[in-house]
């Protein structure tokens, strides 16, 4: 084959796969996906911080008062982007002691508040756990397996 015959078969295919794509741009030119959209979008978004309510807070000092045994899912979910509370070891042992039960928000709150407190937390006991909690999480979370 000869450099001009390579050329003319090259801008041939070139031809045919633009006709081709412009025969599907208008097939589905029409269709629009926002639920996919939105989902693709989300699979690399960060984790956004939540505040956790005053009475979550209210639970959790009841809780280390010793007025209540209980902490509901929510609670803990909630309590774990707070800071001052996920980095206390009674919370750690509260999560740690049911990690089965931990959803991707309650381990991104954690990873969230122990890196808001950096300095504090590597010597904490839970340091080390929260690094298996994440690398252990089987779960269908873009976020937490990033």
Wanted: charged content about 25%.
């Amino acid at each position: 084959m000869s450099l001009r015959e390579g050329l003319q078969n090259l801008t041939f295919a070139n031809r045919v796969f633009n006709d081709t794509a412009a025969r599907h741009n208008r097939n589905f030119a029409n269709f629009s996906l926002p639920a996919l959209v939105k989902a693709v979008d989300s699979i690399d978004s960060l984790a956004k911080p939540q505040k956790p309510s005053d009475s979550h807070i209210r639970d959790w000092e009841a809780y280390i008062a010793g007025r209540t045994e209980f902490l509901s899912p929510r609670v803990v979910r909630n309590l774990s982007w707070h800071p001052d509370v996920a980095i206390d070891d009674r919370f750690w042992n509260l999560v740690n002691s049911d990690r089965s039960k931990n959803s991707a928000k309650t381990i991104q709150g954690l990873v969230y508040s122990f890196h808001s407190k950096w300095k504090e937390v590597q010597q904490l006991p839970g340091f080390f756990g929260l690094s298996e909690a994440v690398n252990s999480f089987r779960g269908p979370n873009g976020v937490l397996k990033k």
